[in-house]
């Protein structure tokens, strides 16, 4: 979970704005 903790952060990021 390594490779998919940084495109799930950046979901994250973008749906919190």
Do not use: I
């Amino acid at each position: 979970m390594s490779f998919g903790n940084q495109s799930l952060r950046r979901t994250n990021f973008a749906s919190l704005s």
